[in-house]
Each structure stands twice: as C-alpha cells, then as structure tokens.
T-cell receptor
Framework: QKEVEQNSGPLSVPEGAIASLNCTYS??????FFWYRQYSGKSPELIMF????GDKEDGRFTAQLNKASQYVSLLIRDSQPSDSATYLC????????????FGAGTRLTVKP | EAGVAQSPRYKIIEKRQSVAFWCNPI?????LYWYQQILGQGPKLLIQ????????DSQLPKDRFSAERLKGVDSTLKIQPAKLEDSAVYLC????????????????FGPGTRLTVL
C-alpha cells in the first residue's frame, strides 16, 4: 500500500469554479502535510502546509486535514487557467520529521 | 534569498555511462535531499543529509548511485553505470533542518536535472 495516495485525474474545472483535490495517507502517525504545485517541466513549489485538524486558508487556497479519516484536501476557489498544474500531496511520518512521502500527484486543468 | 541551485539542467547519456549532478542548497539550510521523479510519478526520496551526515539512504540503489556532501553545503549525486530506467528528473531540495523535530520543516526544491539514458 502506498503511503500517500492521490487521484491522478485529470481533473478539469471551468474558470471561476472550485477545484477540490484529495489525498489519503496510510501512516496514522503522520504529523504534517504539504501541498506542492508543479507546472509541467518545472520543480515543485510549496503552496501550503497543515498539521492541525480542520481548515487552513491562504488566499484562494484552503487545506483541510482530518486525521481520524487520514484525509487531506486542497480547495482552490475562483480557479484560474494559471492554476492548471499537477498538485502533489506529501506527508511527514512521525518517526522522521524531516522526511516526506509524496503522492503521485493530481493533474488539474482549468478551462477558460 | 537565492534558491536551490542545480546543474546541469539537462543531460543525455548512453546506458552504462556515468553521470554526476550538483546541488547548492539555500544558504544556512542544514538538510539536503535528493529525489528522483519519474514521469507521471511523485518525487521519491533517494538520500537525505543533515549537514554532512547521511540521515536516510534506504531508497538509494547503492550498487550504482552514490552521493556526498563533504563540507555540509553543496552536494553531488553520481550514477555509475546508468541504466535506461534511470531516466528521470533528479530534484534537489533543502530545508532549515529545524532542531527538535519541528513539525513543519519545509523543503524547497531546485529546478531539477532532467536525465535521459539512451
């Protein structure tokens, strides 16, 4: 079983809609979770991280964490064509706070 | 603040040849990581350094891959000999390496080196 799993997509939403990206993890001891955005041919760039149950908002982005369900999500409000990219979810296992396990990523396309 | 630097950006070699990649982390970052990202997959950790010591190299194919970070700053990753399945982007990342196992030791990625093995 993969430690971090994501729906590979592709996910397609119209401009202005809410995009919902989901991630599940198997290590119940994982503490922190990260969302990275990766444009084609580019390196991952950090969008936000979350380590407490509940929601964390940053501009148009909201990360949600539910440790009981081992579920992390990223919502993108008012989606723009420039949001079209692959979104990587990563978790930090409890036994090594500097290590990260990445999911395979979800490809998002925002259509004008 | 300068980001993580990597070179070369692209490399094409034939199988059984050797190749080396270089990484210079963000100034002051104690922890350095090398990842392999195969097309369509998420990054896979190869090796993690804390200063000049190895923290985790459990997923490094040690029969052909080696890495060092001799002075605790920049690092090199070597493949010898290369195989076709080594074709991937090799990403270097660094993080502050906060003491005490801080919950959010965020990693920052370099631009990567795209390796093609023919």
């Amino acid at each position: 079983q993969k430690e971090v799993e994501q729906n590979s997509g592709p996910l397609s939403v119209p401009e202005g809609a809410i995009a919902s990206l989901n991630c599940t993890y198997s290590d119940r001891g994982s503490q922190s979770f990260f969302w990275y955005r990766q444009y084609s041919g580019k390196s991952p760039e950090l969008i936000m991280f979350i380590y407490s149950n509940g929601d964390k908002e940053d501009g148009r982005f909201t990360a949600q964490l539910n440790k009981a369900s081992q579920y992390v999500s990223l919502l993108i409000r008012d989606s723009q064509p420039s949001d079209s990219a692959t979104y990587l979810c990563a978790g930090q296992p409890e036994d090594n706070n500097n290590d990260m396990r990445f999911g395979a990523g979800t490809r998002l396309t925002v259509k004008p | 603040e300068a980001g993580v630097a990597q070179s070369p950006r692209y490399k094409i070699i034939e199988k059984r040849q050797s190749v080396a990649f270089w990484c210079n982390p963000i100034s002051g970052h104690a922890t350095l990581y090398w990842y392999q990202q195969i097309l369509g997959q998420g990054p896979k950790l190869l090796i993690q350094f804390q200063n000049n010591g190895v923290v985790d190299d459990s997923q490094l194919p040690k029969d052909r891959f080696s890495a060092e970070r001799l002075k605790g700053v920049d690092s090199t990753l070597k493949i010898q000999p290369a195989k076709l399945e080594d074709s991937a982007v090799y990403l270097c990342a660094s993080s502050p390496g906060l003491a005490g196992g801080h919950l959010t030791d965020t990693q920052y990625f370099g631009p990567g080196t795209r390796l093609t093995v023919l």
